[in-house]
């Protein structure tokens, strides 16, 4: 079984490593049926060098087979220009499966390749929906998902959504969240790491001092002028009282200087930018904060692991179960008033419990490759009668 593997932005890595790391354990146990040989197509859509490398090592992923180098671009330019530069992959490759992961322009570019084609595909993180369709993410879900053969869901509500459109009940594979695979393989070596002392955030007795973390790149906020400095006034607020450590996207270093926000970041000293961490380094930052402020939808299912309380600015979310849990709560609206009222209920709130999600196990990429394995299986049998 010949599997080709896309990733397109960072935060696919930490979903495909640990599915690699299934196959490659798969073939090598004396229960194996089938052999399988993996290509990893890297489409280059967010590309930074010394941080791809940086993610390919720690996650300990194979460097990419094939590099498109696409590289950054409007939606649309960047949806075709994958599809024109992954067909021919296609053609050459011939696999018998392409799973994508995720949500990104790659996601649905290579799925659309691979279909015209008539080669099936899989896609990992299906079902989820946030219900709001003027976010390109939203619209990628859902087609992605309109076309697949066979849909890998974190969550039963993922598996609920996928059957309100009428998704078969035999492409719904309820697995769990292959993040979490990552996250929990790689949390105690990211908690080895000297992160807090570098960055100066370890008291006296070498204990974390309490700090919030903060990851902004949705155009909803960082493209709004007038959003992105009410959300700047509540940070600055709260970098009164603890430092806000604020790893910065590309996108909102733009933002920051094309809307002459810099000047009221530099006044407020509480507010540390950051150039992107590697992966560890992250969730060593992440799993010690005393709060969390994001609109990223993989640091909310991560912070509910982290029993880390997050607040996401945005109206609505694709992770409805880290609600469910109550690990995570929405702020609806940009204005500074209201992050700064949602932050301080969390502070009043007792701790977040330790919660679980139903499967968030660490054995969700093992589930995809049994289903998987047995899909490729059963083509194989001849037609009954």
């Not at 929990?184 to 000297?194: F, I, N, V, Y």
């Not at 996207?249 to 950051?274: D, K, M, N, V």
């Not at 939808?297 to 982290?306: D, K, M, P, W």
């Not at 204005?335 to 709130?349: H, L, T």
Request: aromatic share 4%; hydrophobic share 40%; net charge negative.
């Amino acid at each position: 079984m010949k599997i080709l593997h896309v990733v397109g932005a960072r935060p696919n890595f930490m979903k495909v490593a640990p599915i690699i790391d299934a196959f490659d354990a798969y073939a090598g146990s004396p229960e194996a049926e089938v052999e399988v040989r993996q290509v990893l197509v890297h489409t280059g859509q967010h590309y930074d060098r010394a941080m791809s490398e940086l993610f390919f090592e720690q996650l300990g992923m194979p460097k990419p087979d094939i590099n498109l180098s696409i590289g950054s671009g409007p939606h649309g330019w960047q949806t075709g220009r994958i599809m024109e530069a992954f067909e021919p992959v296609l053609l050459e490759q011939r696999p018998d499966l392409v799973l994508v992961v995720g949500d990104v322009n790659s996601t649905l570019a290579c799925a659309i390749d691979a279909k015209k084609l008539g080669i099936p595909v899989a896609h990992v993180e299906a079902g989820l929906r946030s219900g709001d369709r003027s976010m390109p993410e939203e619209i990628n879900r859902l087609a992605t998902d309109a076309i697949s053969d066979l849909l890998f869901a974190t969550d039963r509500i993922a598996c609920e959504a996928l059957r309100r459109e009428g998704v078969p009940e035999e492409r719904i594979h309820f697995v769990g969240n292959v993040m979490i695979d990552s996250l929990l393989k790689h949390r105690d070596q990211a908690l080895r790491q000297p992160t807090l002392r570098q960055l100066g955030l370890l008291g006296p007795e070498g204990k974390p001092q309490p700090y919030a973390v903060v990851t902004l790149h949705r155009p909803s906020n960082v493209d709004d002028p007038d959003a992105l400095r009410e959300i700047v006034a509540a940070l600055a607020l709260l970098g009164r009282e603890m430092p806000v450590m604020f790893p910065v996207h590309p996108r909102s270093r733009g933002r920051f200087r094309e809307f002459g926000l810099q000047p009221l970041l530099a006044e407020h000293g509480g507010i540390r930018l950051l150039e992107p961490l590697g992966y560890l380094d992250f969730v060593n930052l992440m799993a010690n904060a005393s709060l969390i402020l994001t609109d990223s939808g993989g640091v909310q299912e991560e912070s509910t692991i982290l029993r880390v309380p997050c607040l996401t600015l945005r109206p609505n979310t694709e992770r409805p179960i880290t609600i469910e849990q109550g690990t995570n709560r929405l702020v609806p609206s940009s204005r500074c008033a209201d992050i700064v009222a949602a932050v301080r209920e969390v502070q009043q709130a007792t701790a977040v419990r330790e919660v679980q999600p139903e499967l968030w196990d660490g054995r969700a990429a093992e589930r995809i490759v049994r289903a998987l394995v047995n899909w490729f299986l059963r083509q194989r049998l001849p037609p009954a009668g």
